[in-house]
């Protein structure tokens, strides 16, 4: 086949131009097995095989990334995506090239709300939407949406983000702030039984895993307004585990944690909790524009939706949420257990019944060697640890994408550490 001296040769060995790597030239790729990639050069060929613990795609080792966000996507999504970057299913152009009106993104689009649907059971009566701006930005969407300026409505305040989401509600409504685990330092998760709803609150607002901070709900508040609904940010433990939609009005999650790259926001929403926005509302805060517009008023992240879709299908593959939480579990107890049996040389300050399954923050009892555990943990390939700018320490986010692998080797790591600086 003839080719430009500067392209590689991807999937189906479609020509990409100008993307030659810098260590050799005139070389082409191209995949023969799902795992395997192959290189060829006209003076030389080399075989670089994938595995969980050291994948080497584009001549560099992949490292095991514990960032908390953007996060690690599946390395058979990755290649997929990189299959089909160039050429997508044959239709002559890239994902990011299409029309987000065509019948390629339709397509696209459909199936990834269809495969949410399925692996989450969204019964009928709510809505899916792909929006964009973050979960930060619901803050302001649901006060918005939901109630008007002098309507009460609560939050429960278990982290940063819980905290934030209720300072962004005062700029639209009447919030109360009916607990607060910030005196605590955040550690725990409060007791349902105790708490003093708003007897006429519009909302019930939780973040159902703190990110930084680690806190995960185990079980969810019932609101004790008839007319009142749950909602909950589930941006880091989305998709971790099954969840009953019908306990919630709305249930809201940036993708870049568990489910695809930044730049996707998943709403799911009661049906007919869509239509009331104020007069002030912006257009692309409504929820009624973007509902009766399938996600198409204006153009979406497009790839960011695409990459969702190959992830949802992932997860399916993998058994659905059953399978995957069982997965989850196993490595967030290895970790945990790591820190507990350490004799204090390792901590975690979260209450242990409600430490989350995707963000574990732990710190050493000799705070002056955390510095020297993220650098030496960095040389062995494991990235990101370093914790919040806010509360220090070291944090190790285990979501989906993370493998049992990367888990046993950041353990045996911490087990090495220790046993050189006890």
């Not at 514990?66 to 997929?80: I, S, W, Y």
């Not at 059953?322 to 204090?344: F, M, P």
Request: glycine share 6%.
């Amino acid at each position: 086949m003839a080719a430009s001296t500067n392209s590689f040769l991807i999937g189906n060995q479609t020509q990409i131009p100008s993307l030659k790597p810098k260590s050799i030239s005139q070389s082409f790729i191209h995949f023969s097995k799902p795992n395997t990639i192959n290189l060829t050069t006209r003076t030389k060929s080399v075989s670089i095989r994938c595995a969980s613990a050291s994948t080497t795609v584009g001549f560099e080792q992949r490292v095991f990334n514990f960032a908390a966000g953007p996060a690690a996507l599946p390395e058979n999504v990755l290649l997929k995506a990189q299959s089909d970057l160039y050429n997508w299913r044959g239709s002559g152009m890239s994902v990011m090239e299409m029309s987000h009106r065509g019948k390629e993104f339709l397509s696209i689009i459909q199936k990834a709300e269809s495969d949410l649907r399925q692996l989450l059971e969204i019964p009928s009566e709510y809505s899916v939407l792909f929006l964009q701006g973050g979960a930060t930005t619901q803050f302001a969407a649901l006060p918005l949406n939901l109630c008007k300026s002098d309507d009460s409505v609560d939050y429960i305040v278990t982290g940063s983000w819980g905290d934030k989401a209720f300072k962004e509600a005062k700029k639209y409504c009447n919030p109360k702030m009916i607990w607060s685990g910030k005196s605590e330092k955040y550690t725990k998760v409060p007791s349902f039984d105790g708490l003093e709803q708003t007897s006429h609150a519009k909302y019930l607002h939780i973040c159902a895993n703190e990110t930084i901070h680690g806190v995960e709900f185990k079980d969810y508040p019932v609101v004790k307004n008839p007319d009142g609904i749950l909602i909950a940010d589930m941006s880091s433990n989305f998709c971790s585990k099954p969840v009953d939609v019908s306990k919630f009005g709305v249930i809201y999650a940036g993708a870049q944690k568990n489910v695809g790259p930044s730049g996707v926001t998943i709403v799911i929403i009661r049906k007919d909790l869509i239509g009331n926005a104020r007069d002030i509302t912006p257009v692309m805060l409504d929820y009624k524009i973007h509902d009766e517009n399938s996600s198409l008023y204006n153009t979406p992240p497009c790839f960011g939706i695409y990459m969702c879709g190959l992830v949802f299908d992932d997860l399916l593959e993998q058994g659905g949420l059953k399978e995957v939480e069982k997965k989850n579990q196993r490595k967030a107890e290895l970790l945990y257990n790591a820190i507990d049996e350490s004799k204090g040389f390792f901590r975690c300050p979260v209450e242990t019944s409600v430490r989350s399954l995707m963000n574990v923050p732990f710190t050493l009892e000799k705070s002056e060697l955390e510095a020297e555990f993220i650098k030496e943990a960095a040389k062995e390939k494991m990235v990101q640890l370093k914790g919040h700018r806010s509360v220090g320490g070291m944090r190790a986010s285990i979501y989906n994408a993370m493998p049992l692998a990367g888990v046993e080797k950041l353990v045996a790591f911490m087990k090495d550490f220790q046993a050189r600086h006890a």
